[in-house]
């Protein structure tokens, strides 16, 4: 069974840097797709950046475009989110999503918060 559990969140004022951490307990080998999304208090989750299994590629949100680093170890079964130039919309509970390239069952994190104000 997989599990993902995220870390890195906190609480950072606006202009400030995050790398938020995303441990694959079982075979990520079998991702089709490793992504990050949040949800903000009030809105519908979103995505904001998705890396392909083989990581060859990934995808962004508008809103995640040159900020935003997707990026994963396999060997240590970890992936991470790298933020620069936090903003206060950024504001979020951000979760780790692994879908299985062949039931296409979708796994999640419990989320990290990231909080940014001044």
């Known amino acids: 069974q997989l599990q993902l559990v995220e870390s890195g969140g906190g609480f950072v004022q606006p202009g400030e840097s995050l790398q938020l951490s995303c441990a694959i307990s079982g075979d990520s080998s079998v991702a089709r797709a490793i992504g990050w999304f949040r949800q903000a208090p009030g809105k519908e989750r979103e995505g904001v950046a998705c890396m392909s299994g083989s990581g060859a590629s990934s995808t962004y949100a508008d809103s995640a475009k040159g900020r935003f680093t997707i990026s994963r170890d396999s060997a240590r079964n970890m992936a991470f989110l790298q933020i620069i130039s936090l903003k206060p919309e950024d504001t979020a509970v951000y979760y780790c999503?692994?879908?299985?390239?062949?039931?296409?069952?979708?796994?999640w994190g419990q989320g990290t918060q990231v909080t940014v104000s001044s």
């Open positions: 999503n692994l879908r299985h390239y062949i039931s296409d069952a979708d796994y």
